[in-house]
């Protein structure tokens, strides 16, 4: 884990502290948005032999055991690695993702910031599930502990590390806690091999094919793999294996490889698993003595008082919900190739370089993402990372999808 980030404690520094905040609160849910991009068609294949001997079964019918599967109880060890090819500024996002303890009114404990830590780095998790209403997700450190405990309508986080909790009560009118009081659990920071299969299996269509590879061991389980790849080129895409329980259809393992080859994207799966009802005081917690408790209200208070990306870029707040009611986004293309067009409120590009309104580590930042490009558009940036590409013009258009870069300029090309 990174080291706590104090930086908000001095006033000469706590500019920087809110730049990488705002920096990394950029990318990364972007980066991880990718995966929730991808669709799937359903092409029958029968499974090949392989070790375990299980037997046969098409695509579409391993698809439905993963939909079918009922278990709801269960415990284990998940190793999740990322690598969205990032650049590493002296720890920036993992300052992002500790930087609350040092701003005025920020935790932690936080899981609107620590959560996203998921998506960079190797990191192991222990998680426990007893039905709808009671999990437990813990990211585990050398010589400390960050736990996320739901139970019925209270939700607990915890930060062993800098002894700070943070506390929501669920609105069981319907409102859950996250959207009522600053986002509970960040949505798009899937955390199991099941939250990263279901993503990619939410949608179908013709554009992908679907088989069924072989089979594994997972976390002493025999499973089959599912092997889910885009038919069309231009993705940033390869493949993604899911290796799905013989038995009871919880995905046990979750690879996703880029188009451009090297290391998984995302590789999470299960070291350890145990489908048993788990202890009841797993879903338990009692803040320590002496423990800074956040309350869920406050910390919305400081979400909204540090606007992301929005002190960046004009407008890009409105970019993960597409744009004010959807009115401003439209989508080029289809399937794997799906590339959203986003216009910004007033039109505004990136701020220009040296304008002041960017702080100097964010701007190094996307200066180190960012690529200038020219079409028949005009001009802009495009921001890379291994898995999703956004070209942002400077008359104020956001292209952006699981696609290349040479894809955004033809898309921004056809739209001008």
Not at 121 to 140: E, F, M, N, W, Y
Not at 155 to 160: G, M, P, Q
Request: a negative charge; glycine letters at 14%; zero cysteines.
């Amino acid at each position: 884990m990174a080291p706590n980030d104090s930086a908000g404690t001095d006033g000469g520094t706590r500019g920087t502290a809110a730049g990488r905040r705002k920096a990394a609160r950029y990318i990364v849910p972007v980066a991880v948005a990718g995966v929730a991009a991808a669709t799937i068609g359903l092409v029958p294949a029968l499974a090949s032999s392989g070790d375990p001997d299980l037997p046969k079964i098409s695509a579409q019918q391993l698809i439905e055991k993963i939909a079918a599967s009922d278990t709801e109880q269960l415990s284990g060890t998940v190793k999740i690695s990322t690598d969205f090819g990032l650049p590493s500024l002296g720890g920036l996002a993992e300052s992002f993702a500790q930087g609350g303890a040092g701003g005025k009114g920020g935790s932690s404990a936080d899981p609107q910031e620590r959560m996203t830590e998921l998506a960079s780095g190797t990191h192991t998790l222990r998680v426990a599930a007893d039905g709808p209403d009671k999990q437990r997700l813990s990211i585990l450190d050398n010589a400390s502990e960050y736990s996320l405990i739901r139970n019925g309508d209270q939700v607990w986080a915890y930060d062993s590390k800098s002894d700070q909790a943070y506390h929501a009560t669920e609105d069981r009118a319907g409102k859950d806690a996250g959207k009522k009081s600053g986002h509970t659990v960040p949505e798009g920071v899937p955390t199991t091999p099941k939250a990263l299969a279901e993503q990619v299996l939410k949608a179908a269509g013709p554009t992908t094919s679907v088989t069924v590879e072989g089979t594994a061991q997972v976390a002493g389980r025999d499973a089959y793999k599912l092997v889910v790849k885009p038919k069309q080129s231009g993705s940033t895409i390869g493949s993604v294996t899911v290796a799905v329980d013989a038995e009871n259809g919880v995905p046990l393992k979750f690879t996703l490889l880029a188009s451009s080859g090297g290391k998984a994207v995302v590789d999470a799966g299960f070291t350890k698993v145990d489908f048993s009802k788990p202890d009841a005081s797993s879903f338990t917690f009692t803040p320590p003595k002496g423990t800074e408790v956040t309350e869920a209200d406050d910390a919305k208070a400081q979400h909204k008082n540090d606007k992301g990306l929005d002190g960046l870029i004009p407008g890009a707040g409105e970019l993960g919900a597409g744009g004010r009611d959807g009115k401003d986004t439209k989508v080029i293309g289809e399937g794997w190739n799906a590339i959203a067009e986003i216009t910004t409120p007033g039109g505004t590009g990136l701020p220009s370089k040296g304008s002041g309104d960017v702080p100097a580590e964010a701007q190094q930042f996307l200066d180190a993402l960012g690529d200038k490009v020219t079409g028949t558009f005009g001009s802009g940036t495009v921001f890379k990372t291994r898995l999703v590409n956004a070209l942002m013009t400077d008359d104020g258009k956001v292209y952006v999808g699981a696609v290349t870069k040479d894809a955004l300029v033809r898309a921004a090309n056809n739209a001008s």
